[in-house]
């Protein structure tokens, strides 16, 4: 796929003006995102202003995990974390329980990334040594 780069002087070599797209693209984005929580918060009946924290954090923990900016390290980083939260609170034998599930994941995120600080697929890159 070309960088943003070359889609902003082929979008301006056609006449298009890149920011109009841009904003626009913007525009679309931040209006779904808004009713789709109007649709949420209508669906549910218990809502607070932190609710999808959890949620995003263990997104980002998946990306890290797998690899920031490659898709099927981000699939394998949030598999690997389903995973383990299910066998932790799921498993009567032997698990620590669901109190400790956040901390088992960051705990491995911690030692993924000291070993290998560009995630699961990641690949090394020049400028990291």
Known sequence: MPSRRVLV???LTGG??????????????????????MLYAL???NIQYDQGFTLGLIAF??????????LPGAVLGAIIIGLIQQFN????????G?????????????L???FR???LLGERTPEGG
């Open 9 to 11: 002087l082929l979008a």
């Open 16 to 37: 298009v003006l890149a920011f109009v797209l841009v904003a626009t693209g913007s525009l679309i984005a931040g209006s779904l995102a808004g009713v789709a929580g």
């Open 43 to 45: 669906y549910s009946t």
């Open 61 to 70: 923990t998946a990306a890290v995990l797998g690899g920031i900016g490659n």
């Open 89 to 96: 609170e799921g498993l009567s034998w032997h698990a620590p």
């Open 98 to 110: 669901s109190d400790w599930t956040q901390s088992i994941v960051f705990a491995i995120l911690i």
């Open 112 to 114: 993924i990334l000291v």
């Open 117 to 119: 600080p560009e995630g």
